[in-house]
């Protein structure tokens, strides 16, 4: 029942988030009408996603953990998609390339924390998560660049292929 309510509240803030300003009659931001099919739908998608959205654990409802999900997204991200962009710039210019895919092991325990680094690594300009091995939670990444002394290495260090992106998505979801 917790999951359902905490479900059904979240994506009814997020209806009236994406629906601001479209009415007069509710605080000059909503319409009644709106509002009530806002709720229906949030009810009828809180029952649908309840186990879903929302499993055991309610650690990401702590603000804290949005609040490094932010400092990490506007931080080491996009300090790290900066860096990456300029190196595939640099790459395609100068015809060094030596692509190839490689394992590495994040040692992330959540399915969030597996997701959110592979989502991240796939965003970064010369990387793209191609598998994960569910049993181990190991990562198997296409990456532009592989130096010949890492392919030697099984699983190779995280730091060479994502930086630093695993310990702070290890901060944000476990």
Not at 9 to 36: D, N, R
Not at 40 to 46: M, Q
Not at 63 to 86: D, E
Not at 125 to 141: A, F, H, Q, R
């Amino acid at each position: 029942m917790l999951a359902f309510t905490l479900t059904t509240i979240i994506c009814f803030i997020v209806y009236l988030m994406l629906t601001t300003g479209s009415g007069t009659e509710v605080l000059g931001l909503w319409s009644y009408a709106e509002l009530l099919i806002g709720a229906i739908l949030s009810i009828i998608v809180g029952f649908v996603a309840r186990t879903i959205f929302i499993k055991q654990s309610y650690r990401m409802l702590n603000p804290v953990r949005w609040i490094l999900f932010l400092v990490y997204l506007i931080g080491p991200f996009f300090y790290g998609m900066a860096k990456a962009n300029f190196d595939v710039a640099y790459r395609v210019i100068t015809g060094k390339i030596n692509p190839g895919i490689v394992k590495i092991s994040p040692n992330l325990k959540t399915d969030l924390g597996i997701s959110l680094l592979a989502n991240s690594i796939t965003l970064t300009p010369g990387t793209l998560s191609v598998d994960i091995d569910e049993k181990t939670n190991d990562l198997y990444i296409h990456w532009i660049n592989v130096k010949p002394d890492e392919i030697k290495k099984k699983p190779i260090d995280t730091k060479y292929v994502c930086g630093n992106f695993d310990k702070w998505v290890r901060r944000i979801t476990e």
